[in-house]
């Protein structure tokens, strides 16, 4: 019986042994894991910080000026091109307009095209055939 | 001996018995050596208490050197710990970022690598040097040999070096050398706002500018005390300035200083409500980046450092001293028939008129005559009082660390409140003459001009009354008025409701003014109902063009300058042009009486 319990407590020893170890070293683990990303982290706040200064330098009004001039066909906004929002016109009713001019002129329905005619002169002339 | 032997196996243990043994086998051992060996491994009671002592001693000892050698360690420390706690102190310290008011980069850090030396520790010296300045071409190599020479531990090689240099270096494989990661201050935008935002040194200290004033509010402290501070954990500053307006300013006056062929100029618009400074520029100027240049004392921030005599800008003052303290109402009218004389000197007018002109005649004919004698009519203590409360005469403070005391003349006569009152004999900083402007239009509060972004509400408490709202207001009317038929025609940009006033000052050449030697400013009130901003422009020795007839007057080259100012920053900082004009633009002045106040006024000479 005393034998029993005496292998059951070394048991218990060497395994409670074995989860303290295993808790050690996971916790060293994690630990590492922790300094590893937080040194990861601080390298891409670096990264981001020199991107921004980048994006800053890029985006210069200086820059941008020289190249608007260069590449766009832009002018400086003049006065007159600003209104106030109650200025603008009212609403005018929704639709298609330019569909509805289309149609007004008749050219949804179809049309003879050279080659269509061909297609019914034929069908013209094969029916008798038929 | 077998005695020995006995007593010895029983008193210790097996391997001290061995030995014992192998000495005892020995056969060229002697007796006195055997006596030694028995002697010490003896178990005898009456030895142990000198054993202890020995060995008591023996501990001592040994701790003794221990304690030495810690010491030692303290005294001399380690080269290798040597090096990180030098290279702590001069590596660049992280600093806030400066923001514009709306959030853009104005300066900020970026991560870089410098390399660093440790003399002591190089092998060969000169190959050392040799290889370095084969991969950093543009360092001095008789120069970096020197620093290699030195008996210290720690040197920079080359501060910010580029990726591929650093793995250059890197493959050189120098023992002693190093990388250390610093920081170095970036200016993403070249010379705009360099004035303002001034600039750190290498070592990441505030030389200048707001950089300065940074340091001065605590961060040095926290660097020295010990603590690294990253730039996570650093609030951003976020200034007054608005970057876009800011180099619209800029670029507008650096195209008003090629076409009137001036020396230099500054230009600068105040919200005259906050005393924020939004956008300012003085030129010629130089790039943060590039440090060495700022100490060309032609590249000064001409705004705050620099003193001139503003001129006739300064009749707006003197008018609302006049008008405030109840010696003139609008309607009153001054006599400039003649030439003002005082003693041996005569004051002229510019825009001579020789008659009797009313008040607002005064200022839209910007006759020296008639502010001299509204000066007169307040007296010399009245004036220099009012100046005083106006902060002319004072050094202006913001954060900015660059500033200068103003002129002032050591006995003031009633000939230096005559020729002040149209803006002679007395320099002041364009910002504080812009302040000062700023109080009489925003409806009477002196406003200190900040560099930071500040709340309407922050501004008012700190602010101070110094002329009745009435009398503000006037002075909004003059300046309309000035821009619908004065000087000020050339700035009245259509939709805004500009108000201006111009101001031609003779330079002093070798004592005495110079006729063809002016500082021009220009000052102006957008809208002038519901003041928002004050532009200022000020020219240094603009030329005259042919087309404007030869003329360097303000009205010419600083109003020009600051019309295109306004035309091209009003919607950047989000004033909407107008197409009707106000109906009533100055409700007071209406229930004072002056009705024609509201009256759109047309016509006008050139003046």
Not at chain 2, 107 to 113: G, Y
Not at chain 2, 118 to 142: F, G, H, M, N, Y
Not at chain 2, 440 to 456: C, D, Q, V, W
Request: aromatic share 6%; proline share 5%; with cysteine.
């Amino acid at each position: 019986m005393v034998r029993i319990l005496n292998i059951l407590a070394i048991a218990a020893l060497i395994g409670s042994a074995i989860t303290a170890y295993t808790i050690k070293y996971e916790t060293i683990f994690h630990a590492e894991t922790i300094v590893k990303l937080q040194h990861q982290i601080k390298l891409e706040q670096d990264q981001i910080g020199t991107l921004r200064a980048e994006w800053a330098n890029l985006t210069r009004p200086e820059r941008i000026q020289a190249l608007a001039d260069k590449f766009l066909d832009l002018q400086p906004v003049a006065l007159n091109q600003i209104v106030r929002v109650e200025a603008l016109p009212n609403k005018t009713q929704r639709g298609d307009a330019i569909g509805s001019k289309l149609e007004a002129l008749g050219l949804a329905e179809p049309t003879n095209t050279p080659g269509d005619a061909n297609a019914i002169d034929a069908a013209v002339s094969s029916t008798p055939a038929r | 001996m077998d005695e020995d032997r006995g007593t010895m196996s029983a008193g210790c243990n097996s391997g001290l018995d061995n030995a014992a043994e192998d000495a005892a086998v020995e056969p060229a051992g002697s007796r006195g050596r055997k006596n030694l060996f028995a002697g010490i491994f003896s178990a005898r009671l009456d030895k142990s208490a000198s054993r202890i002592r020995l060995a008591t001693w023996l501990f001592l000892a040994i701790y003794g050197i221990i304690a030495a050698k810690l010491i030692d360690f303290g005294v001399h420390p380690d080269p290798l710990a040597g090096v990180r706690r030098a290279a702590s102190e001069p590596a660049a310290a992280a600093r806030p970022d400066l923001l514009d008011r709306n959030g853009e980069l104005l300066a900020t850090d970026i991560k870089v690598m410098s390399v660093f030396a440790e003399p002591r520790r190089i092998i060969d010296k000169d190959e050392a040097v040799e290889l370095l300045t084969a991969v950093l071409p543009d360092l001095d190599a008789r120069e970096l040999r020197e620093r290699l020479g030195s008996r210290k531990g720690f040197v920079w090689v080359k501060r910010a070096v580029t990726p591929k240099q650093r793995q250059e270096v890197y493959h050189l494989g120098l023992p002693g050398v190093g990388f250390l990661s610093e920081n170095k201050r970036v200016y993403p935008n070249g010379p705009v706002a360099a004035h303002v935002l001034g600039f750190a040194s290498l070592d990441g200290i505030g030389i200048s500018g707001l950089e300065k004033y940074i340091d001065g509010q605590g961060l040095a402290d926290l660097h020295g005390a010990g603590f690294s501070l990253t730039q996570e954990n650093l609030t951003p500053i976020t200034t007054s300035l608005d970057l876009k307006a800011t180099y619209a300013v800029r670029d507008e006056l650096a195209k008003g200083i090629a076409k009137f062929k001036a020396k230099a100029g500054a230009a600068a618009i105040l919200d005259v409500n906050t005393g924020e400074v939004v956008a300012m520029a003085s030129l010629p100027d130089y790039d943060p980046n590039t440090p060495a240049d700022a100490l060309d004392p032609n590249h000064i921030n001409r705004l705050s450092v620099g003193v001139y005599e503003m001129g006739s800008t300064f009749k707006a003052i003197s008018i609302a001293m006049a008008l405030d303290l109840g010696k003139v109402t609008l309607r009153s009218r001054i006599d400039a028939r003649d030439s003002l004389r005082y003693g041996r000197f005569t004051i002229h007018d510019f825009h001579a008129t020789r008659r009797v002109l009313s008040v607002p005649e005064v200022f839209t004919y910007s006759s020296n005559i008639g502010a001299a004698r509204m000066a007169l009519m307040v007296g010399v203590q009245g004036h220099k009082a009012f100046l005083g409360k106006m902060g002319q005469l004072t050094r202006l403070r913001t954060e900015l660390p660059e500033s200068a005391e103003p002129l002032v003349p050591k006995n003031w006569g009633e000939l230096n409140t005559m020729t002040i009152a149209f803006g002679q004999g007395l320099n002041v900083a364009p910002l504080q003459a812009m302040m000062a402007v700023g109080a009489l239009a925003n409806g009477g509060l002196i406003i200190s001009p900040t560099f930071l972004k500040r709340s309407e509400e922050d501004a008012k408490k700190d602010a101070r009354r110094v002329v009745k709202p009435e009398t503000s207001e006037a002075m909004r009317y003059l300046m309309r008025l000035n821009a619908e038929t004065g000087t000020a025609k050339i700035a009245n940009i259509k939709g805004y409701f500009v108000g201006g006033k111009t101001g031609t000052a003779d330079k002093i050449v070798h004592g005495h003014y110079s006729k063809d030697k002016v500082l021009t400013t220009f000052m102006a009130v957008v809208p002038a109902d519901k003041p928002k901003y004050l532009v200022l422009t000020l020219l240094d020795e603009p030329q005259g063009l042919p087309e404007d007839g030869g003329y360097h007057t303000a009205a010419h080259n600083a109003g020009w300058v600051t019309g295109k100012i306004i035309e091209r920053t009003g919607p950047l900082l989000g004033l909407p042009p107008r197409i009707d004009l106000p109906t009533q633009p100055f409700p007071l002045l209406a229930k004072l009486g002056y009705a024609e106040a509201n009256v759109p006024a047309h016509g006008g000479g050139e003046h």
